[in-house]
Structures are given as C-alpha cells and as structure tokens.
C-alpha cells in the first residue's frame, strides 16, 4: 500500500526558508490524488498548508501563501514544501499526506487516507 | 475560511460508554466533511469520510452523521485504545480547514 515519508532539516534559523520533501512508496504520484502538506504547532491543532497534483496545479491556504511553494518531481515520486522567511511560530510537525479522490456519481469526495509520520521543524537561531 | 467548531475540546469518559462529539460548521458545507483520530506523537488517521463513511478498517463502534452545518461523531462503546483526540475537517471550499479538536481521556 501507499506510505509516504517526510524528510529535511529539523532545525532553521529565523528569516530563512524551511525544505521538506516527501517521499511516495509502494503507488505513483501520477495517480489522480492531490498530495497535501499539513502542519501541527506543539500542543495545538491542525493547518493545512496545501496541496499539488502530479499535473503541477497547486491549492495554498492563503494565510500562507505568499510563503509557500509546494512542487511535484514525478521522476522521484516525491513531492517537496517551500516555506520561507520562517519565524518561531512556523515551529510545528509537518506530516506530508495524500488527499483521495472517490468520484460518486457527479460528485468527487476527498480525504486524506494516507499520512506520513511527520517530521519536527524547529526555527531556532 | 469556513470555521469548524467542535463541542466539547475535551471529555472523560469510562470504557463502555457512549461518546458524542459535535462539530459545526460556519456555513453549509453539504456532507462535505471527515473525521480524524491522532494520539500522542502520531499521524491523524481517518477514521470517517463523507460525513457518514467508516474508512476501511475502521471498527464499527465509531460513526458519523448530519450534514449542512451540524455534524455529529459517535463512540458507541468507548475502549481504552480510543483515547485520543479527534478532528473534523470541511473540504467544500479551499482552505480546507479542522476543528479545535477534542480530547478525550478515560474517567
């Protein structure tokens, strides 16, 4: 079955640009997913970052999205976050996760079945 | 953004009881909506989808219902190995966005 694998420093300095890629094991990214980044500050909730599709069309959260770059590389089946000129409160896990696509008669459902395990950014001089 | 907003952000309950979460949304979202399980230091797993949906895998006792802006996730039996805490998640317009969150402790 599909996993995915989160990886990238776990520490960044202030005003720089946080890099993680994830990795897509055992399925193609080409398949009709979307591939979503989400992030989770310690002891708070979930963010949603954003999400590409093997084509390349991206979705960003827009409170982040001057910031943000998510980019697909098909011949590695992996997909990568950009986040830049991060600050303390970018600080967070950052799991990496397929978004399914159920096609219902006119309507397509989504949700994320498949996450990675998550990987701690801390932005920290 | 839609807001999600889920009653109560915590519970105690005793093993074998009935446990009801509500997540409402601040506007129709159809059945536009997951649920989530994350325990300590893991991965959510989904656990619902489509509002109503039992992900494969998943054990009968957990369900969902409602739809437009009212949503309700129900344990039917609560077992030791469901303290966690849960999340909803909207998809109808971009950002998708979660609940706070609610956790649940055994009494």
């Known amino acids: 079955q599909v996993q995915l694998q989160e990886s990238g420093p776990g520490l960044v300095k202030p005003s720089g640009t946080l890099s993680l890629t994830c990795a897509v094991s055992g399925g193609s990214i080409s398949s009709s997913n979307w591939w979503s980044w989400v992030r989770q500050p310690p002891g708070k909730g979930l963010e949603w970052i954003g999400e590409i599709y093997h084509s390349g069309s991206t979705n960003y959260n827009p409170s982040l999205k001057s910031r943000v770059t998510i980019s697909v590389d098909k011949s590695k089946n992996q997909f990568s976050l950009k986040l830049s000129s991060v600050t303390a409160a970018d600080t967070a896990v950052y799991y990496c996760?397929?978004?399914?696509?159920?096609?219902?008669?006119?309507?397509?459902?989504?949700?994320?079945?498949?996450w990675g395990k998550g990987t701690t950014v801390t932005v920290s001089s | 953004d839609i807001q999600m907003t889920q009653s109560p952000s915590s519970l105690s309950a005793s093993v074998g009881d009935r446990v009801t979460i509500t997540c409402q949304a601040s506007q129709d979202i159809s059945n536009y909506l997951n649920w989530y399980q994350q325990k300590p230091g893991k991965a959510p797993k989904l656990l619902i989808y489509?509002?109503?949906n039992l992900e494969t895998g998943v054990p009968s006792r957990f369900s969902g219902s409602g739809s437009g802006t009212d949503f309700t996730f129900t344990i039917s039996s609560l077992q030791p190995e469901d303290i966690a805490t849960y999340y909803c998640?909207?998809?109808?317009?971009?950002?998708?966005?979660f609940g706070q969150g609610t956790k649940l402790e055994i009494k």
């Open positions: 489509d509002a109503s």
């Open positions: 996760a397929r978004k399914y696509q159920l096609l219902r008669g006119f309507y397509y459902y989504y949700y994320m079945d498949v």
């Open positions: 998640q909207q998809y109808d317009n971009l950002p998708q966005t």
